[in-house]
C-alpha cells in the first residue's frame, strides 16, 4: 500500500531535479512549464543534460544560461568528453563559469558509435571521466558531481573495479554521485555498504526515474544495465493501451519506492523528470515537501 513517508522527525528532505534541453518551442514550453511547477519546491539543484556525442551543446548552455537569468534555481550543467579535444571542452568549461554556472555534471558519455559499442577516446579528449573531474577542478571553483550505478556501469568487469573507478573521480575532486536509476532499493542499499567500505564518503544521491511509459522506461533500463524486477513487470501488465491506469500505477509505484528510501534514511533524492512535473511533483508532496511560500503563510492583518 501506498503511505506518505512517516518521516517526521527525520532530517529535511533535500531533492534534485534533471531535465533534457528542447528539441523545438513545444518541448520548450513543456520544459519551462515543468520547471515553474518545481521550482517553489526549492531543490538543491536542476541539472540539464548533455546530448549523446556534444549534440546538444548550444541547447545544454542556452537552458542552463536561461536558469541562471530568470530563476533563482541553481543548475547544474551535464558535460561529457565524448567527441571532443581537451581544448574544445576546456572552451565549454570556461563558458559555463562566465554564464554563472558553478556546478557541473561530469561524465564520460557513450560512444558515437551507440551504447554497447566500444568507447574510443579523442585522441586529444579526456579519456574517462576522472580526467574531466580534475580537468574541471583545474579550471574553476565548479562543485562536481559524477555518475555512479548500484548495478555496475555495463562496461564494467565488476562492481568492485567499478567501484574503484568511482574512488578515482572522488580523488579528483568529485563531490557528489548521482545513480544510475534502479527499481529495487535493496540494490542501492548493498551498493551504498560497499562504496563506505572503500573508504568513499561523498553523498550517492539515488537517481529515482518514475515510470511513466514503461516500455520506455524498459528500453532505458535494458541500455543501462538497470534491471527490470518481474513484480515491476506484472504491475504494469496488459495495460498498454490503457494509459490512464497505467499513469496510476507509475505513481503507486514510484510513491512506494521514494517513500521507502526516505524511511529507510535517505535525505537527498534526483529525480530523472523527463521534463515532466506532475508526478514528480506528487511525489515530493508524499515525502513532505512544500511549495516554499506555503511553508511561512503571510500573517493575516486585523
Ligand atoms: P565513467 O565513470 O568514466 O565510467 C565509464 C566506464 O569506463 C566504466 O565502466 C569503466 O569500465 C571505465 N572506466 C572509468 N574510469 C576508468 C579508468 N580510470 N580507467 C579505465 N577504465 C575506466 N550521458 C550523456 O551523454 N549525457 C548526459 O547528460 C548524461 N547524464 C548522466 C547522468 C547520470 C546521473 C548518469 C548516471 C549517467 C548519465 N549519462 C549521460 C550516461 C553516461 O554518459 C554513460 O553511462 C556512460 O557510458 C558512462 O559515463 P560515466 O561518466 O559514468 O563514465
Keep these: 500500500a501506498v503511505r506518505a513517508s512517516r518521516q517526521t522527525d527525520k532530517a529535511p528532505i533535500s531533492v534534485s531535479f534533471e531535465f533534457f534541453p528542447p528539441k523545438n ?8 512549464a515543468s520547471i515553474d511547477r518545481l521550482a517553489p519546491l526549492a531543490p538543491r539543484f536542476v541539472s540539464v543534460t548533455y546530448g549523446a556525442g556534444g549534440s546538444t551543446r548550444e541547447r545544454t548552455h542556452a537552458t542552463v544560461s536561461r536558469i541562471v537569468r530568470d530563476t533563482d534555481l541553481h543548475p547544474a550543467a551535464h558535460l561529457t568528453c565524448v567527441a571532443a579535444t581537451r581544448d574544445e571542452i576546456d572552451e565549454v568549461i570556461r563558458g559555463y563559469g562566465t554564464a554563472g554556472v558553478k556546478h557541473i555534471v561530469a561524465l564520460r558519455g557513450d560512444p558515437t558509435t551507440g551504447v554497447g559499442t566500444k568507447y574510443v577516446p579523442h585522441e586529444n579528449g579526456y579519456a574517462h571521466a576522472c580526467d574531466l573531474v580534475s580537468g574541471i577542478r583545474r579550471l574553476g571553483d565548479f562543485e562536481v558531481s559524477v555518475s555512479a550505478y548500484p548495478e555496475k556501469h555495463p562496461e564494467s568487469p565488476s562492481i568492485d573495479a567499478d567501484i574503484d573507478y568511482l574512488k578515482a573521480k572522488v580523488d579528483a575532486g568529485a563531490t557528489r554521485a548521482i545513480t544510475q536509476f534502479f527499481f529495487e532499493n535493496d540494490v542501492y542499499f548493498r551498493y551504498l555498504d560497499k562504496v563506505r567500505a572503500k573508504g568513499i564518503d ?3 544521491v539515488p537517481g529515482i526515474l518514475p515510470v511513466t511509459n514503461f516500455k520506455q522506461a524498459s528500453n532505458f533500463a535494458t541500455r543501462t544495465g538497470a534491471s527490470v524486477p518481474s513484480w515491476l513487470l506484472k504491475r504494469f501488465e496488459g495495460l498498454d493501451d ?3 491506469t497505467r499513469k496510476l500505477i507509475a505513481a503507486a509505484v514510484a510513491a512506494e519506492q521514494v517513500t521507502d528510501l526516505v ?3 535517505v535525505t537527498d533524492i534526483h529525480f530523472y523528470t523527463l521534463n515532466r512535473a506532475d508526478l514528480v511533483y506528487a511525489i515530493c508532496h508524499l515525502i513532505g515537501l512544500r511549495p516554499k511560500a506555503a ?3 503571510q500573517a493575516i492583518a486585523v
Design 242 to 244: 490503457d494509459a490512464e
Design 202 to 204: 561523498i553523498p550517492i
Design 263 to 265: 524511511d529507510r534514511g
Design 295 to 297: 511553508e511561512a503563510p
Design 25 to 32: 518551442e513545444e518541448m520548450e514550453k513543456q520544459l519551462w
